[in-house]
T-cell receptor
Framework: ELKVEQNPLFLSMQEGKNYTIYCNYS?????LYWYRQDPGKSLESLFV?????AVKQEGRLMASLDTKARLSTLHITAAVHDLSATYFC??????????????FGTGTSLTVIP | KAGVTQTPRYLIKTRGQQVTLSCSPI?????VSWYQQTPGQGLQFLFE???????NKGNFPGRFSGRQFSNSRSEMNVSTLELGDSALYLC????????????FGQGTRLTVV
């Protein structure tokens, strides 16, 4: 079974600082997703990374994918309080015959302190 | 364009009862997947439906079942509820199973007492 490890589990950072969340997965996958979840809310799609070396940026968040290392990173630049949330990475296997399935990491609970 | 709609949003049930949750995907989307989210186990895959057929199933007991209708709406059913079934149940829809993007609904918060 595909395993997805995410670290750190908890992250408390000051506003204005930079940090990186790491996502490792155990076997080859078709694609890598990053989601954000606010307390009591659903999952909001942030990025979809489809190929080795893919880099995507949206505001203060930047995600990258290294399929050879089976590693994705979510980099936070100059954090602001609004970024406080739980961030999940997910790896998808999308097979025509057997259907598709997302494997989620444990999530990183990010708190940005003023 | 309406998003993924899950009903009800909140539910309280007693042990031993059964429950049915509903998910209406984004218009035009034909693939629906269900996930269970708990503090202890995180997000776990339940099942995936496409064209009224279950194509994939996660590692859950037979008490968990689902179906998809011709209009792509999906229901999941949990029978003989246990305390451990208390969770946020999330539904995701996509155009086709191999489509890149999956969009999640707001979820149904089930509490078993």
């Amino acid at each position: 079974e595909l395993k997805v490890e995410q670290n750190p589990l908890f992250l408390s950072m000051q506003e204005g600082k930079n940090y990186t969340i790491y996502c490792n997965y155990s076997t080859t996958s078709d694609r890598l997703y990053w989601y954000r979840q606010d307390p009591g809310k659903s999952l909001e799609s942030l990025f979809v990374l489809l190929s080795n070396g893919a880099v995507k940026q949206e505001g203060r968040l930047m995600a990258s994918l290294d399929t050879k290392a089976r590693l994705s990173t979510l980099h936070i630049t100059a954090a602001v309080h609004d970024l406080s949330a739980t961030y999940f990475c997910a790896v998808a296997t999308l097979l025509e015959d057997t259907g598709n399935q997302f494997y989620f990491g444990t999530g990183t609970s990010l708190t940005v302190i003023p | 364009k309406a998003g993924v709609t899950q009903t009800p949003r909140y539910l309280i049930k007693t042990r031993g009862q059964q429950v049915t949750l509903s998910c209406s995907p984004i218009s035009g989307h034909r693939s629906v997947s269900w996930y269970q989210q708990t503090p202890g186990q995180g997000l776990q895959f339940l099942f995936e439906y496409f064209s009224e057929t279950q194509r994939n199933k996660g590692n859950f007991p037979g008490r968990f079942s689902g179906r998809q209708f011709s209009n792509s709406r999906s229901e999941m059913n949990v029978s003989t509820l246990e305390l451990g079934d208390s969770a946020l149940y999330l539904c995701a829809s996509s155009l086709f199973p191999t489509n890149t993007e999956a969009f999640f609904g707001q979820g149904t918060r089930l509490t078993v007492v």
